[in-house]
């Protein structure tokens, strides 16, 4: 069974640094894009930012040159370096990643999310 398990959220000031880290444990044989989506009180999941398996990056408009998305595929995890934080930043944040359990089979997969909260 594939596991995703994140860590490292928390509560943080304004203007704070947080990382996020997400591994993934249990029988596969490829990781493919990861990601990271946040999901605020009221409001719908919407995608942070996103890392191919060859490290080509994408980020939503408000967290570009704030936020850092990074993967190591020998630990299998995927980071969020989170700088700058602001309030509207609060959120649950999900790690998420397009595994390969076996040939031509490939299942999204999501961690159990992870809190952040910016404030004074």
């Known amino acids: 069974q594939v596991q995703l398990v994140e860590s490292g959220g928390g509560l943080v000031q304004p203007g704070g640094s947080l990382r996020l880290s997400c591994a993934a444990s249990?029988?596969?044989?490829?990781?493919?894009?990861m990601g990271w989506y946040r999901q605020a009180p009221g409001k719908q999941r919407e995608l942070v930012a996103s890392?191919?398996?060859?490290?080509?990056?994408n980020y939503e408009d408000s967290v570009k040159g704030r936020f850092t998305i990074s993967r190591d595929n020998v630990k299998n995890t995927v980071y969020l370096q989170m700088n700058s934080l602001k309030p509207e930043d609060t959120a649950v944040y999900y790690c998420n990643a397009d595994i390969g359990i076996a040939r031509m089979t490939t299942f999204a997969y999501w961690g159990q999310g992870t809190q952040v909260t910016v404030s004074s």
């Open positions: 890392i191919t398996s060859g490290g080509s990056t």
């Open positions: 249990g029988r596969f044989i490829s990781i493919n894009a």
